[in-house]
Protein backbone atom coordinates (compact mmCIF):
# COMPACT_ATOMS: atom_id res chain seq x y z
CA UNK A 1 0.00 0.00 0.00
CA UNK A 2 2.53 2.29 0.76
CA UNK A 3 4.83 1.51 -2.32
CA UNK A 4 0.91 2.46 -4.34
CA UNK A 5 0.93 5.60 -2.46
CA UNK A 6 4.14 6.38 -3.49
CA UNK A 7 3.42 6.00 -6.86
CA UNK A 8 0.45 8.55 -6.60
CA UNK A 9 0.59 11.72 -8.40
CA UNK A 10 1.76 13.78 -5.75
CA UNK A 11 0.48 17.07 -8.15
CA UNK A 12 -3.20 15.75 -9.02
CA UNK A 13 -2.97 15.40 -4.71
CA UNK A 14 -1.91 18.75 -4.31
CA UNK A 15 -4.29 20.68 -7.44
CA UNK A 16 -7.19 18.43 -5.82
CA UNK A 17 -6.26 19.33 -2.24
CA UNK A 18 -6.36 22.96 -3.04
CA UNK A 19 -9.81 22.60 -4.97
CA UNK A 20 -11.22 21.71 -1.57
CA UNK A 21 -9.94 24.83 -0.33
CA UNK A 22 -11.61 26.75 -2.36
CA UNK A 23 -15.21 24.83 -2.49
CA UNK A 24 -15.79 24.70 1.57
CA UNK A 25 -16.81 26.78 3.24
CA UNK A 26 -16.49 25.28 6.42
CA UNK A 27 -12.94 24.92 5.75
CA UNK A 28 -12.32 28.45 4.72
CA UNK A 29 -13.48 29.65 8.46
CA UNK A 30 -11.48 26.91 9.76
CA UNK A 31 -8.51 27.11 11.82
CA UNK A 32 -10.64 30.41 13.97
CA UNK A 33 -7.83 29.27 16.63
CA UNK A 34 -4.52 27.28 17.45
CA UNK A 35 -4.85 23.74 16.76
CA UNK A 36 -3.46 20.98 18.90
CA UNK A 37 -0.98 18.11 17.48
CA UNK A 38 -0.75 15.24 19.98
CA UNK A 39 2.09 13.28 19.45
CA UNK A 40 2.63 10.29 21.86
CA UNK A 41 5.94 9.69 21.65
CA UNK A 42 8.99 11.93 22.71
CA UNK A 43 10.51 15.01 21.58
CA UNK A 44 12.85 14.35 18.78
CA UNK A 45 11.68 10.67 17.79
CA UNK A 46 11.48 10.71 14.61
CA UNK A 47 8.01 11.08 14.69
CA UNK A 48 8.05 14.68 16.59
CA UNK A 49 10.76 15.75 13.80
CA UNK A 50 8.62 15.32 11.07
CA UNK A 51 5.46 16.80 12.73
CA UNK A 52 7.26 19.91 13.27
CA UNK A 53 8.44 20.42 9.95
CA UNK A 54 5.57 19.90 8.38
CA UNK A 55 3.74 21.85 11.19
CA UNK A 56 5.38 24.97 10.92
CA UNK A 57 4.65 25.76 7.28
CA UNK A 58 0.91 24.72 7.78
CA UNK A 59 0.78 27.26 10.44
CA UNK A 60 2.28 29.38 8.84
CA UNK A 61 -0.08 28.97 5.68
CA UNK A 62 -3.30 28.92 7.52
CA UNK A 63 -3.07 31.58 9.69
CA UNK A 64 -2.69 30.13 13.26
CA UNK A 65 0.42 28.17 14.95
CA UNK A 66 -0.06 24.55 15.33
CA UNK A 67 1.08 23.73 18.68
CA UNK A 68 2.93 20.33 19.36
CA UNK A 69 2.29 18.43 22.76
CA UNK A 70 4.66 15.21 23.44
CA UNK A 71 3.22 12.77 25.54
CA UNK A 72 5.29 9.60 26.04
CA UNK A 73 4.58 6.61 28.05
CA UNK A 74 2.47 3.07 27.52
CA UNK A 75 4.25 2.56 24.38
CA UNK A 76 1.91 6.04 23.24
CA UNK A 77 -1.29 4.35 24.38
CA UNK A 78 -2.17 7.35 26.90
CA UNK A 79 -1.50 10.03 24.15
CA UNK A 80 -3.07 8.47 21.73
CA UNK A 81 -6.67 7.94 23.74
CA UNK A 82 -6.22 11.39 24.19
CA UNK A 83 -7.11 12.16 20.26
CA UNK A 84 -10.01 9.33 20.36
CA UNK A 85 -11.76 10.81 22.93
CA UNK A 86 -11.30 14.70 22.17
CA UNK A 87 -14.15 16.73 20.51
CA UNK A 88 -13.90 16.50 17.14
CA UNK A 89 -13.81 19.67 16.00
CA UNK A 90 -10.26 20.04 13.83
CA UNK A 91 -8.79 21.75 17.13
CA UNK A 92 -7.26 18.45 18.24
CA UNK A 93 -5.09 15.91 16.25
CA UNK A 94 -2.95 13.44 16.03
CA UNK A 95 0.54 12.39 14.70
CA UNK A 96 0.91 9.13 15.17
CA UNK A 97 3.62 6.48 13.86
CA UNK A 98 2.61 2.79 12.49
CA UNK A 99 3.39 1.12 15.71
CA UNK A 100 0.65 3.28 18.03
CA UNK A 101 -1.71 2.83 14.56
CA UNK A 102 -1.01 -1.13 13.89
CA UNK A 103 1.25 -2.80 15.87
CA UNK A 104 0.11 -2.47 19.34
CA UNK A 105 -3.70 -3.26 18.66
CA UNK A 106 -2.17 -6.74 17.46
CA UNK A 107 0.09 -7.00 20.99
CA UNK A 108 -2.28 -5.60 23.66
CA UNK A 109 -5.18 -7.61 23.94
CA UNK A 110 -7.41 -4.86 25.61
CA UNK A 111 -7.08 -1.02 23.94
CA UNK A 112 -9.63 2.02 25.08
CA UNK A 113 -9.65 2.75 21.76
CA UNK A 114 -9.71 1.16 17.83
CA UNK A 115 -7.86 2.92 14.92
CA UNK A 116 -10.42 2.18 12.80
CA UNK A 117 -13.80 3.13 14.33
CA UNK A 118 -12.53 6.03 16.87
CA UNK A 119 -10.09 8.37 14.05
CA UNK A 120 -10.84 9.76 10.72
CA UNK A 121 -7.74 9.19 8.60
CA UNK A 122 -6.09 12.57 7.55
CA UNK A 123 -3.13 12.06 5.68
CA UNK A 124 -0.07 9.68 5.47
CA UNK A 125 2.63 12.17 6.00
CA UNK A 126 6.10 10.33 5.56
CA UNK A 127 7.74 7.12 5.37
CA UNK A 128 10.81 7.36 8.42
CA UNK A 129 13.75 5.00 7.01
CA UNK A 130 15.88 2.69 9.73
CA UNK A 131 18.80 2.10 10.52
CA UNK A 132 21.34 -0.44 12.71
CA UNK A 133 23.08 1.41 15.06
CA UNK A 134 25.67 0.97 17.45
CA UNK A 135 28.24 2.78 19.55
CA UNK A 136 31.36 4.80 17.96
CA UNK A 137 33.57 2.12 19.55
CA UNK A 138 31.81 -0.92 18.69
CA UNK A 139 33.62 -3.55 16.96
CA UNK A 140 30.23 -4.35 15.06
CA UNK A 141 30.92 -2.89 11.71
CA UNK A 142 28.22 -4.73 9.41
CA UNK A 143 24.89 -6.66 10.35
CA UNK A 144 26.93 -9.72 9.47
CA UNK A 145 29.24 -8.74 12.36
CA UNK A 146 26.13 -8.48 15.12
CA UNK A 147 24.29 -11.60 13.85
CA UNK A 148 28.23 -13.89 14.01
CA UNK A 149 28.71 -12.63 17.70
CA UNK A 150 25.01 -13.10 18.67
CA UNK A 151 25.14 -16.50 17.66
CA UNK A 152 28.66 -17.82 19.66
CA UNK A 153 27.29 -16.08 22.70
CA UNK A 154 23.51 -16.39 22.78
CA UNK A 155 21.65 -13.74 24.98
CA UNK A 156 24.88 -12.23 25.97
CA UNK A 157 24.12 -8.88 22.90
CA UNK A 158 21.85 -6.26 24.69
CA UNK A 159 19.66 -4.00 22.26
CA UNK A 160 17.37 -1.07 23.31
CA UNK A 161 14.10 -0.16 22.37
CA UNK A 162 11.62 2.60 22.61
CA UNK A 163 9.44 0.10 25.18
CA UNK A 164 7.47 -2.77 24.91
CA UNK A 165 5.81 -3.03 21.63
CA UNK A 166 7.54 -0.50 20.07
CA UNK A 167 8.95 0.28 16.54
CA UNK A 168 12.38 -0.44 18.07
CA UNK A 169 11.08 -3.63 19.55
CA UNK A 170 9.39 -4.96 16.44
CA UNK A 171 11.93 -4.12 14.06
CA UNK A 172 15.17 -6.34 16.37
CA UNK A 173 12.46 -8.81 17.01
CA UNK A 174 11.64 -9.55 13.49
CA UNK A 175 15.63 -9.05 13.10
CA UNK A 176 16.31 -11.71 15.48
CA UNK A 177 13.88 -14.26 14.17
CA UNK A 178 15.15 -14.02 10.93
CA UNK A 179 18.61 -14.87 11.71
CA UNK A 180 17.81 -17.04 13.81
CA UNK A 181 19.62 -15.47 16.71
CA UNK A 182 18.74 -14.50 20.92
CA UNK A 183 19.41 -10.44 21.83
CA UNK A 184 18.75 -9.21 25.44
CA UNK A 185 16.15 -6.68 25.12
CA UNK A 186 16.09 -3.27 27.03
CA UNK A 187 13.07 -1.27 26.60
CA UNK A 188 13.41 2.37 27.43
CA UNK A 189 10.68 5.23 28.17
CA UNK A 190 11.10 6.33 24.14
CA UNK A 191 13.16 5.73 20.82
CA UNK A 192 15.45 9.01 22.02
CA UNK A 193 16.60 7.37 25.41
CA UNK A 194 16.74 4.32 23.49
CA UNK A 195 19.21 5.89 21.08
CA UNK A 196 21.47 7.45 24.10
CA UNK A 197 21.65 4.36 25.80
CA UNK A 198 23.33 2.74 22.85
CA UNK A 199 25.99 5.98 22.49
CA UNK A 200 26.26 5.98 26.22
CA UNK A 201 27.15 2.50 26.09
CA UNK A 202 24.53 0.93 28.58
CA UNK A 203 23.10 -1.10 25.43
CA UNK A 204 25.21 -2.68 22.39
CA UNK A 205 22.77 -1.79 19.43
CA UNK A 206 19.25 -0.36 18.27
CA UNK A 207 17.70 0.16 15.01
CA UNK A 208 15.98 3.29 15.09
CA UNK A 209 14.38 5.34 12.83
CA UNK A 210 17.07 7.76 11.35
CA UNK A 211 15.19 10.92 11.81
CA UNK A 212 15.95 10.08 15.58
CA UNK A 213 19.55 9.46 15.51
CA UNK A 214 20.96 11.48 12.41
CA UNK A 215 22.51 14.28 14.88
CA UNK A 216 24.05 11.32 16.84
CA UNK A 217 25.16 10.12 13.98
CA UNK A 218 26.60 13.54 12.51
CA UNK A 219 28.03 14.18 15.71
CA UNK A 220 29.93 10.55 15.88
CA UNK A 221 28.00 9.54 18.82
CA UNK A 222 26.87 6.41 17.10
CA UNK A 223 28.18 4.37 14.30
CA UNK A 224 25.72 3.33 11.44
CA UNK A 225 26.18 -0.23 10.40
CA UNK A 226 23.42 -0.85 7.80
CA UNK A 227 19.64 0.79 6.83
CA UNK A 228 17.32 -0.82 6.02
CA UNK A 229 15.85 0.05 3.04
CA UNK A 230 15.39 -2.27 -0.21
CA UNK A 231 18.68 -0.14 -1.68
CA UNK A 232 21.72 1.84 -0.47
CA UNK A 233 20.19 5.93 0.67
CA UNK A 234 21.71 8.73 -0.55
CA UNK A 235 22.33 10.40 2.44
CA UNK A 236 24.06 7.13 3.94
CA UNK A 237 25.67 6.21 0.60
CA UNK A 238 28.63 4.65 2.66
CA UNK A 239 26.60 2.36 4.55
CA UNK A 240 24.90 -0.63 3.24
CA UNK A 241 22.08 -2.43 3.17
CA UNK A 242 21.08 -4.81 6.29
CA UNK A 243 19.91 -6.85 3.18
CA UNK A 244 23.61 -7.30 1.35
CA UNK A 245 25.74 -7.28 4.69
CA UNK A 246 24.29 -9.91 6.70
CA UNK A 247 20.15 -10.90 6.23
CA UNK A 248 18.93 -10.94 2.45
CA UNK A 249 15.46 -9.11 2.04
CA UNK A 250 15.53 -8.02 5.54
CA UNK A 251 13.26 -4.63 5.10
CA UNK A 252 11.83 -2.19 7.84
CA UNK A 253 10.44 1.38 7.77
CA UNK A 254 7.71 3.11 9.68
CA UNK A 255 5.37 6.15 9.01
CA UNK A 256 4.19 9.24 10.42
CA UNK A 257 0.50 10.00 9.49
CA UNK A 258 -2.28 12.54 10.80
CA UNK A 259 -5.14 11.51 12.16
CA UNK A 260 -8.39 13.28 13.77
CA UNK A 261 -11.20 12.14 16.26
CA UNK A 262 -13.91 9.90 14.72
CA UNK A 263 -16.62 12.39 13.71
CA UNK A 264 -14.38 15.16 12.36
CA UNK A 265 -16.29 17.49 9.68
CA UNK A 266 -15.78 16.15 6.27
CA UNK A 267 -14.56 19.44 5.42
CA UNK A 268 -11.96 20.15 8.11
CA UNK A 269 -10.45 16.92 7.38
CA UNK A 270 -10.18 17.33 3.91
CA UNK A 271 -8.67 21.09 4.78
CA UNK A 272 -6.43 19.45 6.84
CA UNK A 273 -5.40 17.12 4.19
CA UNK A 274 -4.96 19.80 1.58
CA UNK A 275 -2.78 21.83 3.75
CA UNK A 276 -0.48 18.86 4.71
CA UNK A 277 -0.30 18.21 0.89
CA UNK A 278 0.53 21.68 0.56
CA UNK A 279 3.12 22.04 3.02
CA UNK A 280 5.11 19.25 2.23
CA UNK A 281 5.04 20.52 -1.65
CA UNK A 282 7.47 22.89 -0.37
CA UNK A 283 11.25 22.19 -1.61
CA UNK A 284 12.21 23.46 1.75
CA UNK A 285 9.95 21.29 3.85
CA UNK A 286 10.98 17.82 1.47
CA UNK A 287 14.44 18.59 1.30
CA UNK A 288 14.25 18.99 5.42
CA UNK A 289 12.20 15.02 5.96
CA UNK A 290 14.61 13.88 3.28
CA UNK A 291 17.63 15.09 5.01
CA UNK A 292 16.06 13.32 8.72
CA UNK A 293 15.84 10.00 6.95
CA UNK A 294 11.97 10.19 6.16
CA UNK A 295 10.66 9.81 2.46
CA UNK A 296 8.14 12.52 1.72
CA UNK A 297 4.59 10.90 1.00
CA UNK A 298 1.59 12.37 0.93
CA UNK A 299 -1.74 10.55 0.29
CA UNK A 300 -5.96 11.06 0.49
CA UNK A 301 -8.07 10.28 3.63
CA UNK A 302 -9.58 7.02 1.63
CA UNK A 303 -5.70 6.01 0.80
CA UNK A 304 -4.55 6.14 4.71
CA UNK A 305 -7.48 4.30 5.81
CA UNK A 306 -6.82 1.56 3.12
CA UNK A 307 -3.40 1.30 4.15
CA UNK A 308 -3.96 1.64 8.21
CA UNK A 309 -6.24 -1.79 7.11
CA UNK A 310 -3.97 -3.40 5.26
CA UNK A 311 -0.95 -2.69 7.62
CA UNK A 312 -3.34 -4.02 10.61
CA UNK A 313 -3.07 -7.44 8.55
CA UNK A 314 -0.21 -7.23 7.81
CA UNK A 315 1.61 -7.32 11.52
CA UNK A 316 -1.10 -9.44 12.58
CA UNK A 317 0.85 -12.22 10.54
CA UNK A 318 4.49 -11.05 11.37
CA UNK A 319 3.54 -10.41 15.10
CA UNK A 320 2.41 -14.52 15.36
CA UNK A 321 4.67 -16.12 12.53
CA UNK A 322 7.61 -14.13 15.11
CA UNK A 323 5.83 -14.95 18.94
CA UNK A 324 6.46 -11.20 19.67
CA UNK A 325 5.08 -10.31 23.12
CA UNK A 326 4.28 -7.21 25.04
CA UNK A 327 6.58 -8.54 28.22
Known amino acids: MIDALTKSSFA ?48 ANMGQQILIENQPGAAGLIGTERVARAAPDGYTIGGFNDSIMTMLPNLIAKISWDIVRDFEPVSLVATVEWGLVVGVD ?84 LRLIGVTTPRRMAQFSDTPTVGESGLPGFEFNSWFAVMAPAGTPRD ?32 TPAELGAATREQLAKYQKLIKAANITVE
Open 138 to 221: SSYKTAQDLIAAAKSSPGKINYGSGGNGSPQHMAMALFADRAAIHLTHVPYKGATQAAMGVAGKEVDVAFQGLATVNSLIQAKK
Open 268 to 299: IVSRLNAEIIKAMSEPEQRSLLVAQGLTPRGS
Open 12 to 59: LMLATGLQCLSQNSVAQSYPAKPIHMIVPLAAASAVDNAARIITTKMG
